[in-house]
């Protein structure tokens, strides 16, 4: 048992960088958990504080530790339980409490706080009228405005009293003061869904929908906690699943949280869920101002909003009376983060619905495989969707070898099938979607006449170019391995071989270029940084103000637009070649969502991807839109290699602006690694230390390790292990030492 507690004071009001630690009192010591809220000394006073660590370790002076006076009886549950939340990230995913209570409590302070404030008449009528003589007798002219304002209307909003009578807050203040008027302060928060407009809803679940509903309903009037996994095609009607699941649970007093994975989604989903639900619906995401984010936090916790929609961060939406987490699209890597600590919001949604008793629906037509496998295994429920709502049509897919247009003579990124249905399309007055799967800034180095790709030769996955010009060098990201970049394919001895690139931009004026009349978007990072750039481009295009939307992966996501009959996927090898064990997956699911954003409406689709590897098991298991045929090769591929979800993967990184200190600090962690391989009988393999992916950024020199181990419990056991190690060694004092389990978004 620990003899202290780390302990925080007032969470939402102080900065959560001070802890202050007490000692435990023996009768306390079988009692006391992470979040619970206690009575401590502070200064001259009692105050009230939340548990974030128990520990064995002094901080300073025993004799200067003072001591835990009780527990509260009457705390608010929902604030230990964010804590306990913030005690297992940290734990499971290696950072500071620190770190992870900014995390799971990110709102700590009001900010710009909307005050309404209005003055109400305190006296009878037959008293103001009297009062009002009087001033009219002294020729008190704004007093006489305010009072017969007031006499018609006992209670006026203060800036109409200004703006609109033209009395000042001198005259309102000195009738206060003689008790004829009261000026009444109400906190007003602001709902940044109070621009919508609700349509109403009316809808019917086909069967395939109900019978999933069943499933999960049965289970929650039966009070059995579980996660659900849905898998269902592109259009089959998973948004209107959640709907109803969630007005089940509304039905019940309990609320509910929706992660979805990126911004630009917000405003359709929001738009649809608000027409069913009205005002009980709010949002969370970063695009917010920090008063907005605080109103909805403070919203939230007041019990006036039941369902909050937003990426990751709303995960941690207050709610006491939590009931459902669903994570729409649950495959994208959106849901890791890549600041400390690096949760991902899959684990800690289920997490955080095992402490209060709620379910977890996990969605999507193209599961990660990590899901995938844990519904294989068990560990998830499958339920599925295997149509389209109304039995729509899947579009119809057709890849173009790249190859072929080279041979061709068609040097253009518009493959002449493409450009010959996009011209059809036009004439018809349909719309378009061109999508470009570029992820991240190396390319992958591939030769245009053959399509072969500079691969790692220990690896099995491509070479990533740095440098420019003679300096250019091939790296692989995984084992450090580098060679030359060669001048002439080592296939077929094409001089067409380079770094594959591409951009949004250079899209747009190819497309305006060859379609001069065309309306062309563009949606990309350039044009949605505004607050409104997502909505103004997604209200737009809905609205057929433009034939052609270009952009990257975002535009493929979840949106729905009925009049996309034409779908191109400019470049599928941008995903399938960069550095990362997961580029076959990652592939997969882009071009399977990217094919969902065709024929939603009355006409049919057609969906065009072009590539320099037609015959790749991603690309060819996309086109016929066949999940298993591609899990069942993947999961081979991970099997083999050792990776996740089969394996469990622990990446360490070594930073510091010393390039000496920091390859000395990752030599020492491996060593330390070594020992503690020698002295288990776990099976651990460990790789490194090497440079990132990126030697250097802002000057800051980072090396990385890797650690490949069945069990995740052994990796959380070996980095608590690294991180004593760590603290107790002067080697790290200029080197910062991240850790991040599984990680998803490349090296």
């Known amino acids: 048992m620990a003899e202290y507690a780390n302990i925080i004071v007032d969470i939402f009001n102080e900065k959560l960088d001070k802890t202050f630690q007490y000692r435990i009192p023996e ?33 300073f002076e025993v004799a200067k530790i003072k001591e835990i006076i009780g527990i509260v009886t009457d705390s608010v549950p929902i604030e230990s339980q964010l804590i306990a939340l913030a005690g297992w990230m940290k734990k499971n995913y290696g950072a500071t409490m620190n770190h992870a209570l900014k995390t799971v409590i990110p709102i700590k302070k009001k900010s710009n706080a909307v005050e309404h404030k209005s003055v109400r008449l305190k006296l009878t009528e037959i008293e103001a009228k009297s009062e009002l003589a009087e001033f009219e ?9 305010l009072l017969s304002a007031l006499i018609e209307n006992p209670q006026m909003d203060q800036s109409m009293i200004t703006q609109k009578l033209n009395v000042s807050g001198t005259v309102i203040r000195a009738l206060e003061t003689m008790g004829i008027v009261e000026v009444v302060s109400e906190r007003s928060y602001r709902n940044p869904v109070s621009h919508l407009d609700s349509k109403g809803y009316h809808l019917t679940l086909n069967e395939e929908q109900q019978s999933v509903v069943d499933v999960i309903e049965r289970n929650l009037d039966q009070k059995i906690a579980k996660t659900y996994l849905i898998k269902g095609v592109t259009g089959s009607g998973k948004t209107e699943v959640y709907m109803e699941l969630i007005a089940h649970m509304l039905a019940q007093g309990k609320q509910a949280i929706v992660l979805i994975p990126e911004i630009a989604l917000t405003f359709q989903t929001v738009m649809r869920f608000y027409n069913r639900f009205g005002d009980r619906v709010s949002i969370m995401n970063s695009r917010l101002s920090p008063g907005e984010r605080f109103d909805q936090f403070e919203r939230a916790k007041n019990g006036d909003v039941d369902i909050m929609i937003g990426p990751r961060s709303a995960l941690f939406t207050p709610f006491s009376k939590l009931g459902l987490i669903i994570i729409d699209e649950e495959h994208e890597s959106s849901y890791k983060s890549e600041t400390l600590p690096r ?83 036009l004439k018809k007055g349909q719309q378009m979607m061109l999508f470009i799967n570029r992820r991240g800034v190396a390319g992958f180095v591939s030769c245009r006449a053959c399509g072969h790709v500079i691969k790692c030769p220990h690896c099995d996955v491509s070479l990533s170019q740095h440098g420019s010009g003679a300096a250019t060098r091939l790296v692989c990201h995984y084992c450090g391995y580098t060679t030359i970049q060669p001048g002439l394919c080592p296939v077929c001895g094409s001089k067409y071989i380079s770094g594959f690139k591409a951009g949004t931009q250079k899209i747009e004026q190819v497309v305006k270029a060859r379609f001069p009349q065309a309306r062309v978007l563009r949606m990309d990072m350039d044009t949605t940084r505004t607050k409104d750039g997502y909505e103004q481009i997604l209200s737009a295009f809905s609205n057929h103000e433009a034939d052609i939307l270009i952009g990257t992966q975002m535009i493929v996501k979840g949106h729905d637009f009925p009049g996309v009959t034409l779908v191109g996927v400019l470049a599928a090898d941008l995903s399938l070649y960069i550095s990362d064990y997961r580029a076959s997956e990652r592939t997969f699911q882009l071009l399977t969502q990217a094919a969902g954003r065709a024929g939603r409406g009355d006409i049919p689709g057609n969906v065009i991807i072009q590539t320099y590897d037609p015959d790749h098991y991603s690309i060819t298991t996309a086109k016929e839109q066949n999940y298993e045929a591609f899990y069942g090769q993947e999961i081979e591929y991970r099997k083999m290699m050792r990776y996740p979800p089969v394996w469990n993967m622990l990446y360490i990184l070594c930073a510091s602006k010393n390039e000496a200190a920091a390859s000395e600090a990752a030599v020492a962690l491996m060593g330390k690694i070594d020992q503690i391989v020698r002295e288990n009988s776990e099976k651990i393999f460990s790789i ?51 850790f991040d389990f599984n990680p998803v978004n490349g090296f």
């Not at 992470?34 to 002094?58: A, C, H, S, W």
């Not at 955080?352 to 899901?371: D, F, K, N, W, Y």
Request: proline share 4%; hydrophobic share 35%; glycine share 6%.
């Open 688 to 738: 490194g230390p090497s440079d990132a992916p990126v030697a250097k950024i802002s000057d800051v020199y980072r090396k990385v390790i890797y650690v490949k181990t069945r069990e995740y419990q052994t990796l959380v056991i070996l980095k608590d292990d690294l991180e004593a190690f760590i603290k107790d060694n002067r080697l790290y004092q200029n080197v910062a030492v991240g």
């Open 137 to 145: 007798r002294k020729h008190q002219k704004a007093r006489v405005r």
């Open 343 to 425: 949760y991902h919001a899959r684990e800690t949604a289920i997490e955080r619905a095992r402490m209060c008793g709620a379910s977890v629906v996990l969605g999507s037509a193209t599961p990660s495989v990590e899901s995938y496998y844990k519904a294989k295994t068990g560990e998830y429920e499958l339920l599925e969707l295997k149509h389209r709502v109304a039995e729509k049509p899947l579009p119809k897919v057709e890849v173009v070898d790249l190859r072929e247009e080279l041979k061709a003579g068609n040097r253009s990124i518009l493959s002449v099938q493409l450009q010959e249905l996009m011209e059809d399309r």
């Open 27 to 59: 009768a306390m010591k079988e009692k006391l958990t992470l979040g619970m809220q206690v009575y401590v000394p502070f200064g001259k006073r009692n105050i009230k504080g939340y548990v974030v660590e128990l520990t064995d370790e002094p901080e």
